[in-house]
């Protein structure tokens, strides 16, 4: 089949074999954590300090892991597709931009990146946060946060993606549990106009009828279907 506007959705089942920790699979960290303490808009009220230990060694982490061979062919598949591609990410990691993807949207925020509270501002952060980090752009202590998109927080840029689902004829689910709405019903959208839709995934999602799917480490099966939609 030949395609010209490809929408690719990642999870964290694309950067799992780059040694960060999923967040929902059993052993995930929200079996370590409680989300309610660490990624709502309260718990953040509630004690900061908690938010930025939960955070920090993971920002940490993050900047230590490197891409893996699936990020780096989701990158080629980007510069050698002859069409359209968008690459929508759930994962708060840096691990697709660092492989060379350029057209992505971090509909969950992202974990390089902190936002201040009270003026809004977002800024570029490597270092750790703390209760007493000052905002740069209005001088305010204490309302530092990770800029990501914690539960009862809107995702970002949903116009853009689902005009974008609007216009694909293929539809790429790479590492993602189906289970998180929004992100869960974009192959709703994408098979309302006529796109063809795969998975790429460990196993089955809990949306795998909707999808032609193909299972194994995103490290094997990834790079192995880029290769192919370029050879047509
Ligand atoms: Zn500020």
């Not at 970002?156 to 609007?166: N, T, V």
């Not at 539809?171 to 993602?176: N, R, V, Y």
Request: proline share 6%; net charge negative; hydrophobic share 40%.
């Amino acid at each position: 089949m030949r395609f010209n506007n490809i929408v690719i959705l990642t999870g964290a089942g694309l950067s799992a074999e780059s040694g960060l920790g999923t967040f929902r699979d059993k052993g995930g960290v929200w079996s370590e954590f409680n989300l309610e303490e660490v990624a709502t808009p309260e718990g953040f009220a509630r004690n900061p300090a908690k938010v930025h230990e939960f955070y920090n060694p993971r920002r940490r982490r993050q900047a230590e892991a490197g891409p893996n061979s699936a990020h780096r062919a989701l990158a080629r598949l980007e510069r050698d597709f002859p069409g359209q591609v968008l690459t929508v990410t759930q994962n708060i990691d840096a691990l697709q931009e660092a492989a060379g993807t350029r057209n992505l949207i971090h509909m969950h925020g992202e974990l390089a990146r902190v936002r201040c509270g009270s003026c809004g501002v977002s800024l570029p952060w490597e270092g750790d946060l703390s209760v007493g980090t000052l905002c740069a752009g209005c001088g305010m202590p204490g309302l530092m946060r990770p800029d990501v998109v914690w539960f009862g927080e809107m995702p970002r840029q949903m116009d853009r993606i689902y005009e974008a689902l609007g216009t694909c004829d293929l539809f790429l689910s790479i590492g993602t549990s189906g289970t998180v709405y929004p992100a869960a019903g974009f192959v709703f959208e994408a098979k309302n106009t006529g796109a063809h839709a795969v998975e790429l995934n460990l196993e089955p999602s809990e949306g795998a009828d909707l999808f032609d799917e193909r299972h194994g480490p995103a490290t094997a099966v990834v790079p192995m279907y880029v290769e192919r939609l370029l050879a047509g």
